[in-house]
C-alpha cells in the first residue's frame, strides 16, 4: 500500500530520480512501474533497506545497480551523455552499536572505490553537522543548522577523506526550511538528511520538500543539477550545390500541390479522430495506472493529516486524531486496491474467461533482471554484462540444438544388444493395433 501512497505524493512534486532510505522491502529487485523503474535490496522483511526510483526519461540510462548491503546502495546512471555515481545510504539510529557505524562505513568507502568521476551522495545519515567550523570550508558552505555530535564528526571526516561537500550547507535558507527529521511528539527538528557531491560547482539549488503527502517523519531533499547534453548532432553537410538543387525541387514539388484537396484530407482525418475519442472515451481513460485508488477522500484527509502533523505542541486528543488519520487513509487505500481488482478480475473474465490475463492487467509491474554469473563464474550487474551473457547462452543453446548426431544404421544392426525385428514382431504389433481400434 505504501508505494502507491508515495506515487501519488511524488506526482505532485517534480523529480527525475530519487534515493530511498529505510525500503522495508525484501530481495534485490528491479520493478518497471509502468512511467518509472524501482531499484531496491533488502535482507529483513519489514526492517531497513535503501533503493532508487528513476523516471523513465529521454536522456537518461540506467548502466548499474550495486547492492553492497541494505544500508549502502549504488546506482550507474548515464543523464545526457555523462556518468554519474549515486550513493543511497540508510545510517544506523542513534542505539546501534560502533561496529553497526564502522560496517556501514566501510561499505561506502566501497562504494566509492566503484564510482566514476561524477559522485552524489545522499541519505538518511542520522547524524547533526552544526555550523561550518574555518577549517572545513572544502567539505561546507556557510551554512548550518544546529549542534554538532559525534555521528556529524564521523560524516564530516569521511566527506573530507573523498572531497565531497555537503550541499545541504551551500545555500542560505530559513530555519524553518533546513530542517529534514521530527521528533514523533512535534517538539525538536534536527537536519540529519544530506546530500554531498564532488561536483558542488554544478548544482543550482538545494530545497527542502515540505509539503509531501507522505507517511514519513522525514522531510525530502531535493538538489537541482546544471547537466550539459552531450548529445553530438547527426547532421551531415554534403555539398551545398547538392542541397540547393534539392531545395529547389522540393519547392517545385509543393507548389504543384493542390491546397484544397490537402487540406480536405487534414479535416477528414481530425474528424475520424474526434469521432472515435468520443465513441470510446472509456479507453482512453483505463491507460491510467490504478484509477480511482486516491480518491479525492483520501486527499482531503491527506491535507488534514499534513496540517496536523507539522503542528507543534499537539495535544493528546490532536495525537491521537493524527494515528487515526494515518490508519484511515491506510485503510481506505486498502479497501479501494481491493475493489479495483476485483471489478478488474470480474469485467476480464467475463469477457475473456481466462484468469492470467486477469491478474496480468491487475499487475502492471514487471521484474528485471539484476545479476547473473558469467562464463567464468563472476556475479556480473551491469546491463551491459547482462545482455552479453543472456545473448552468449541463447546462441549456446540453439547452437546445441541445431546439432544433430549423425547415427549410423550399420552400426546398430551390429550391435548385439539391440534386437533385430523379426516378422511374427511386426505381425503382432499390427493385430493388438487392429484390436484396440476396433
Not at 536522456?59 to 554519474?84: C, K, P, W
Not at 560496517?103 to 538518511?124: P, Q, R
Request: proline letters at 2%.
Amino acid at each position: 500500500m505504501r508505494i502507491i501512497e508515495l506515487e501519488y505524493a511524488i506526482s505532485q512534486i517534480k523529480w527525475d530520480i530519487i534515493g530511498l532510505a529505510e525500503v522495508r522491502r525484501e530481495g534485490y529487485r528491479i520493478e518497471d512501474r509502468g512511467s518509472y523503474l524501482l531499484y531496491y535490496f533488502g535482507k529483513t522483511k519489514g526492517e531497513k533497506g535503501v533503493g532508487f526510483l528513476v523516471k523513465k526519461q529521454r536522456g537518461t540510462e540506467v548502466h548499474d545497480f550495486i547492492a553492497l548491503s541494505e544500508r549502502v546502495a549504488l546506482l550507474q546512471v548515464n543523464i545526457y551523455g555523462t556518468m554519474f555515481s549515486l550513493i543511497q545510504v540508510y545510517a544506523p539510529t542513534t542505539a546501534a552499536s560502533e561496529a553497526e557505524i564502522e560496517n556501514m562505513y566501510n561499505d561506502l568507502d566501497e562504494a566509492i572505490s566503484k564510482c566514476t568521476k561524477n559522485i552524489i551522495f545522499m541519505g538518511d545519515m542520522n547524524a547533526k553537522i552544526g555550523k561550518p567550523e574555518c577549517h572545513e570550508r572544502l567539505v561546507m558552505g556557510d551554512y548550518g543548522y544546529g549542534n554538532r555530535n559525534c555521528r556529524g564528526k564521523m560524516f564530516i571526516h569521511f566527506c573530507l577523506q573523498n572531497k565531497l561537500k555537503i550541499v545541504n550547507t551551500m545555500f542560505k535558507k530559513p530555519k524553518k526550511l533546513r530542517w529534514t527529521w521530527m521528533s514523533p511528539d512535534g517538539k525538536s527538528m534536527n537536519e540529519i538528511d544530506f546530500i554531498a557531491t564532488n561536483i558542488p560547482k554544478n548544482v543550482q539549488n538545494l530545497n527542502i520538500i515540505s509539503k509531501l503527502h507522505h507517511p514519513s517523519d522525514h522531510r525530502m531533499v531535493r538538489i537541482t543539477l546544471n547537466i550539459k547534453n552531450n548529445k553530438k548532432s547527426r547532421a551531415h553537410y554534403k555539398n551545398i550545390q547538392n542541397i540547393k538543387a534539392k531545395a529547389i525541387n522540393n519547392n517545385t514539388s509543393f507548389a504543384n500541390l493542390e491546397d484544397e484537396d490537402d487540406i480536405q484530407k487534414l479535416n477528414s482525418k481530425l474528424e475520424t479522430i474526434l469521432h472515435s475519442c468520443q465513441r470510446n472515451p472509456e479507453k482512453i481513460s483505463s491507460n491510467l495506472k490504478n484509477p480511482n485508488i486516491i480518491t479525492q477522500e483520501i486527499k482531503d484527509l491527506n491535507i488534514e493529516k499534513y496540517i496536523l502533523k507539522n503542528k507543534k505542541n499537539k495535544t493528546k486528543q490532536e495525537k491521537i486524531k493524527l494515528t487515526k488519520l494515518y490508519r484511515s487513509i491506510h485503510k481506505k487505500i486498502k479497501q479501494n486496491l481491493k475493489n479495483y481488482r476485483i471489478h478488474k478480475i470480474s469485467k476480464l473474465l467475463e469477457k475473456t474467461g481466462g484468469i492470467k490475463k486477469a491478474y496480468r492487467e491487475i499487475d502492471n509491474t514487471k521484474q528485471l533482471m539484476t545479476q547473473l554469473f558469467n562464463s567464468s563464474g563472476t556475479i556480473v550487474t551491469h546491463r551491459r554484462d547482462l545482455m552479453e551473457v543472456t545473448t552468449n547462452f541463447y546462441k549456446d543453446l540453439y547452437r546445441n540444438v541445431n546439432k544433430t548426431e549423425e547415427i549410423s544404421l550399420h552400426k546398430i544392426h551390429n550391435n548385439d544388444s539391440v534386437p533385430q525385428i523379426i516378422e511374427t514382431t511386426s505381425e503382432e504389433s499390427v493385430l493388438r493395433e487392429r484390436r484396440t481400434c476396433m
